[in-house]
């Protein structure tokens, strides 16, 4: 019981990450204009609304909307069926592919919404990026870090 209480809190704060990625995103859409720019920390941090029209760090900038939806879709599925098949015991591997899978699919709203990714968090030395984003990262962080144990470990056996 333990385990899926755990597991639930992780999907709720996934649904959580969507929630707040997209609350931010539509109030500074109205509150802001493109390229503009609000410094939180002069010269360190700003919020900075920008469209990205591209994929991570504006790559792919000339592919058609629907080259994106289509990569979106099938990450989303792949991370889907990986979070189903995954032992419910190995709660930060579920806490990563559900990280990777809301900031995923927070995007993929942005571009069924807007036909691009909406981007605030400006740091001045990175790419601008977004909440989604920053959970997609965490989470890749999170199912490297666990990948990296679980051959350690495996390494240690005789």
Same mark, same amino acid.
């Given at each position: 019981m333990h385990k899926r209480i755990s597991r639930?809190?992780?999907?709720?704060?996934?649904l959580f990450v969507i929630t707040l990625d997209q609350v931010v995103k539509f109030y500074l859409s109205g509150a802001l204009q493109p390229n503009s720019s609000i410094p939180v920390i002069k010269d360190i941090f700003h919020i900075t609304l920008v469209y990205n029209t591209g994929a991570a760090f504006g790559l792919f900038k000339d592919?058609?909307? !629907?080259?994106?939806?289509?990569?979106? $879709?099938?990450? &989303?599925?792949? *991370? #889907?069926?990986?979070?189903? @098949?995954?032992?419910?015991?190995?709660?930060?591997?579920? !806490?990563?592919?559900?990280?990777?899978? $809301?900031?995923? &699919?927070?995007? *993929? #709203?942005?571009?069924?919404? @807007?036909?691009?990714?909406i981007d605030f968090?400006?740091?001045?030395?990175?790419?601008?990026?977004?909440?989604?984003?920053?959970a997609i990262t965490v989470g890749v962080l999170i199912l490297v870090l666990h990948l990296f144990l679980k051959r350690k470990n495996a390494s240690h056996t005789c």
């Open positions: 639930i809190i992780i999907i709720l704060a996934g592919q058609p909307l !629907l080259f994106f939806i289509g990569v979106s $879709a099938v990450a &989303i599925t792949y *991370l #889907i069926y990986f979070l189903k @098949v995954v032992d419910k015991a190995k709660l930060f591997l579920t !806490l990563a592919l559900v990280l990777i899978l $809301a900031g995923s &699919i927070s995007n *993929l #709203i942005d571009r069924f919404r @807007v036909g691009c990714v968090l400006d740091f001045r030395v990175w790419p601008v990026f977004n909440l989604g984003d920053s």
